[in-house]
């Protein structure tokens, strides 16, 4: 593929990723169940249609590289299941946008966890822009109006960010593991620890097939689609288009159901995303200046 095709067909990937993980918030409003019953199905139907693209793409070799995981594998899993079980309830207790604005700031949360773990130095533009996302967050939880249940959730987010921002991070020390079957198996096990606490049965038809959209859209879709796409264009680029999920998610339940964003969220929402958008930016340009110096060198 040339190379300006192959770049266009990772924009397009990547973004309509960002779109897909975006609806979360929408399914969550759309469907009328529990956050354990909706984990649940989603986590059943999201495994099963992710397992699914694992054995096409290993197909005899599926066992073995899931075998082969070892116990990195194990630990990105229940990262991902950490993430995955709180994320649900998140968007049940408090609103879609704080829920979108405080896992805006994994980038930052990560950067952290990679200096304390590998000692991966942060730049002084990330330290910079992690602080103007963490003033973001602050402003987003203090100014919830919801109370004790606002800020549960935006606790719960939260949480959901550390533990995908330490996946994250493990991935890229263990950058041999399979993605997909983590992803798979995460899902199968939030759906296994949920079953404790949902009702399944009280899904109806209605319910079932908007799930079945939920894990097959939002997780199955988009999960692939990143994939896919973040190969084909730069790491830089990618974290900047992925940054849409931010604005969006709440946009479509604004649309759908006119569920308001408080003006601490918006203020919130606005310095968490000039930090994201701006660090790329920013760190693009860098990336562009020492190359072309050191081309000139040699």
Not at 131 to 144: D, E, R
Not at 148 to 171: H, N, P, Q, W, Y
């Amino acid at each position: 593929m040339h190379r300006a095709a192959e770049h266009r067909t990772g924009v397009v990937l990547v973004t309509a990723a960002a779109v897909a993980w975006s609806l979360a918030g929408f399914f969550t409003r759309l469907i009328p169940l529990d956050a354990w019953t909706i984990l649940f199905w989603r986590g059943l139907f999201g495994g099963f249609f992710i397992g699914l693209y694992v054995v096409w793409r290993y197909r005899a070799r599926t066992l073995a590289v899931t075998r082969a995981m070892g116990w990195p594998g194990l630990l990105v899993t229940c990262l991902s299941t950490i993430g995955m079980t709180t994320f649900i309830p998140a968007l049940k207790l408090t609103s879609v946008a704080d829920v979108a604005i405080v896992f805006a700031t994994c980038p930052f949360v990560a950067a952290a966890f990679a200096w304390l773990w590998f000692r991966e130095r942060a730049t002084p533009l990330t330290l910079a822009a992690s602080l103007l996302a963490f003033a973001g967050v602050v402003l987003t939880v203090a100014g919830g109006g919801g109370g004790r249940s606002s800020l549960l959730g935006d606790l719960l987010a939260l949480v959901m960010t550390v533990a995908i921002a330490a996946m994250m991070v493990a991935m890229r020390r263990y950058r041999d593991i399979p993605l997909l079957p983590t992803a798979c198996l995460s899902n199968w096990l939030g759906a296994l620890i949920s079953l404790v606490f949902a009702a399944p049965l009280a899904a109806g038809p209605q319910d079932l097939g908007y799930l079945a959209l939920f894990g097959f859209v939002q997780m199955s879709l988009g999960l692939t689609f990143f994939t896919i796409g973040s190969r084909l264009i730069p790491a830089a680029e990618t974290a900047l288009i992925s940054a849409l999920e931010t604005p969006l998610a709440p946009l479509w339940v604004w649309l759908a159901f006119n569920e308001a964003v408080s003006p601490p969220a918006m203020i919130g929402g606005a310095l968490v995303m000039i930090a994201v958008v701006g660090h790329v930016l920013l760190q693009n340009r860098a990336n562009r200046r020492l190359g072309a110096a050191q081309a000139s060198e040699s």
